[in-house]
């Protein structure tokens, strides 16, 4: 149980164009879902926590009007790269927690490698 | 910001007990610590977790020290498919509670 899917897992852009990622929890309700980026051989890196129903928070650093997150669903969080730019190229990794647990793990994501030309 | 402080890389042979050592003497009372590891081009995979006592599971073993400032993963019977970025994690754990990575160990299991 506790699998979280990412569409694509790849995904090859124009610069200046947006790019849609979806993170979907297929056998379990998440109330909070993650997104991390990743850079070559670095470690993931936190942009943005998603809650269902509300405002996502970003971390100091991120552009939210760049890098924007819907969590419209308990199952499903998007992230959209608005005017991908080639520093945009990275893996983007999502995470999710169930609903109604404390002390519960993180479950990711196999994540999206997106390239910007 | 990550609280806790890996080695780099560490070598293991094939079929010896991979011991993976983490610091976090920051951490504060009702923070668990989580075990995850990343192979490459994947997203992370879960290990195991604990509070303070000590945790054992199908994958691997976790050691908390008594004063909670440290721990050691263990993977038992290391394989090649072992070889991976194992990262340690200091949490609330609670839904919403943020994970912050640090820069993790980089296992490689020798032949």
Redesign the interface.
């Known amino acids: 149980g506790a699998v979280?899917s990412?569409h694509p897992s790849r995904v090859i852009c124009k610069s200046g164009t947006s790019v849609k990622i979806e993170c979907r929890s297929l056998d379990f309700q998440a109330?909070?879902m993650?997104w991390?980026r990743q850079f070559p051989k670095q470690?993931?890196?936190?942009m943005a926590?998603s809650?269902e129903g509300s405002k996502a928070t970003y971390e100091q650093g991120v552009e939210k009007d760049k890098f924007l997150i819907n969590h419209a669903s308990l199952t499903l969080s998007t992230l959209t790269v608005t005017s991908a730019h080639p520093e945009d190229s990275s893996?983007y990794?999502c995470?999710a927690?169930?609903?109604?647990?404390?002390?519960?793990?993180?479950?990711?994501?196999?994540?999206t490698?997106l390239t910007v030309t | 910001d990550a609280k806790t402080t890996q080695p780099p890389s560490m070598d293991c042979a094939e079929g010896r007990a991979a011991n993976l050592p983490c610091n976090h003497s920051t951490i504060s009372g009702n923070e668990y610590v989580y075990w995850y590891r990343q192979i490459h081009s994947q997203g992370p995979q879960y290990i195991i977790h604990g509070l303070k006592n000590n945790e054992t599971n199908e994958m691997a073993s976790l050691i908390i020290t008594e004063d909670r400032k440290s721990s050691t993963l263990i993977l038992p019977h290391a394989t090649l498919r072992d070889t991976a970025v194992y990262y340690c994690i200091v949490s609330g754990g609670y839904t919403g509670n943020q994970f912050y990575f640090g820069t993790g160990t980089s296992l490689t299991v020798i032949p």
């Open positions: 979280v990412q109330t909070t993650f991390y470690s993931l890196m936190l926590t809650n893996f990794i995470s927690t169930k609903l109604g647990t404390a002390k519960e793990t993180l479950h990711f994501g196999n994540g490698r």
